[in-house]
């Protein structure tokens, strides 16, 4: 029997050191058959407006703010060129663990103003707000009772505007955004999860759940507190937005009850979309595939979710161009998604100049083609080359967009696509509200612009079409 048990001990632990070095399954896998419409009808109402919003914001900030780099995974042990390169490589990995959270002392955000935040997104275009009240680092931005790691016990603590998701809620639901609140269900910090007495090797639980069931009793608790807070002291909430995907029932076990975290965020948010991402079933309202856009069109609800410049604000790298991010936003909605665009403020709290000088230039695109993006459906004849269709609900008009790649210096002269034939053979530049006659061969139409016309972003045009 020892000898028996020991090796069964031993293959256990193999087991376990291979699936935790595996990848989880690929996040943006068309899902599309594992999808479930909710039942509850003032879900479904929250979920169709939600559709109709199109261009989303989510604000990633927290300690990886203050020196400017990647968003907690650098704590993970994971050996990848996407973690490591962001690394001190003066540091030991226990001393860099240290390092890292004792940047608590140094985030002091005196110049901390949602107003600004949310006066820039609005002229951006953007319709709905997340915000990231807890990364994997495990540090809150808002004001949790069940942990003192968190920006209340911080330089910023004693604030008047400490609990800054409060005021982040409160000033975009002020400006008419649809407010949602991400939480990383993993906490590295929290010792119910990366347990001090064992090695953290990777992103998962460091212990055997089975063996320590109590320990994750308490973690499992810990986390529905947490959410309790934020779903019970932040008014309205429309959206609550989990990440860590390994984080469920099927995944080394680490299931955190999510019906009994549903039914609590329900019963005090009554409409809340619950988007458990890849977790599958019902509590994953709509798809969330991340820094990329579906091969096909996809008649379930879901959005692309795309940085700016990395998730957290970057002391370097490249950011999007307005373009680039227009494009993306075209397509996408013409697949039948939205766009959310991650977006990281300083460490100062303020949304710094690269970023609003961009999207505000992604708002003025809007101002005069929204017609084409917001509360559009998608049709069938979605895409002909760099043209992207939409329709209105009352499928009375068409848009088609041309969608202006980051290498192309301008709009052709001539704009070409087949089938969505115009009727009386022109169309209207939303542009500049002009008519332009268009040439129609058959199925193939060709637009014809004027020399005049500003083509250095993509155009859009509004049409009936031909039954």
């Not at 951006?124 to 009240?133: H, N, P, S």
């Not at 779903?231 to 955190?256: C, K, R, S």
Request: aromatic share 14%; charged share 25%.
């Amino acid at each position: 029997m020892k000898i028996r048990s020991t090796i069964t001990i031993v293959l256990s632990g193999i087991l376990a050191l291979q699936i935790s070095a595996q990848e989880l399954p690929p996040q943006n896998k068309k899902r599309v058959d594992d999808y479930e419409w909710p039942t509850d009808r003032t879900v479904l109402k929250k979920l169709a407006q939600w559709r109709d919003l199109k261009f989303g914001v989510i604000f990633h900030w927290g300690l990886y703010t203050v020196p400017g780099i990647l968003e907690s995974w650098v704590l993970c042990g994971e050996d990848v060129d996407w973690i490591t390169n962001f690394r001190r490589k003066d540091l030991n990995y226990e001393e860099y663990k240290e390092w890292y959270w004792g940047l608590k002392d140094s985030l002091n955000p005196t110049s901390f103003n949602p107003g600004q935040w949310a006066d820039i997104m609005k002229r951006a275009g953007m319709r709905y707000m997340i915000f990231t009240t807890k990364h994997h680092e495990g540090f809150c931005m808002y004001n949790t009772k069940q942990t003192d790691f968190s920006i209340m016990n911080g330089p910023f603590g004693k604030d008047p505007h400490a609990d800054v998701a409060k005021y982040i809620f409160d000033t975009f639901r002020d400006q008419g955004f649809m407010v949602g609140a991400y939480f990383s269900k993993p906490d590295w910090h929290s010792e119910y999860y990366w347990w001090p007495f064992f090695p953290t090797r990777d992103r998962n639980v460091n212990y055997d759940i089975k063996q320590h069931p109590r320990r994750w009793q308490q973690f499992t608790q810990f986390t529905y507190r947490q959410i309790e807070e934020i779903m019970t002291g932040y008014g309205p909430i429309d959206i609550l937005w989990l990440d860590g995907a390994q984080v469920l029932p099927h995944f080394f076990n680490q299931d955190i009850q999510m019906d009994r975290i549903a039914a609590m965020a329900r019963k005090h948010q009554p409409s809340i979309l619950l988007v458990d991402r890849m977790a599958k079933g019902p509590f994953e309202n709509y798809q969330t595939p991340e820094g990329e856009i579906p091969p096909k069109q996809l008649n379930i609800p879901w959005e692309t979710c795309l940085s700016m410049n990395g998730w957290g604000w970057r002391s370097e790298g490249e950011y999007k161009s307005s373009k680039k991010i227009i494009s993306v936003l075209i397509e996408v909605v013409a697949k039948g998604g939205n766009l959310l665009l991650g977006i990281g403020p300083t460490a100062e709290g303020l949304i710094d100049n690269i970023v609003a000088e961009r999207v505000l230039t992604i708002g003025k695109w809007l101002e005069k083609n929204g017609k084409a993006i917001y509360g559009t459906v998608a049709t069938k004849h979605y895409n002909d080359g760099n043209v992207w269709f939409t329709c209105d609900k009352n499928q009375r008009s068409m848009y088609a967009c041309y969608a202006l790649d980051d290498d192309e210096k301008k709009v052709p002269d001539v704009i070409e696509w087949t089938e969505n034939i115009p009727q009386n053979n022109y169309v209207t530049l939303l542009q500049t509200q002009e008519r332009i006659r268009c040439q129609v061969e058959g199925n193939r139409v060709k637009i014809f612009l004027p020399k005049y016309v500003d083509r250095s972003q993509s155009l859009a045009f509004v049409f009936d079409v031909k039954e």
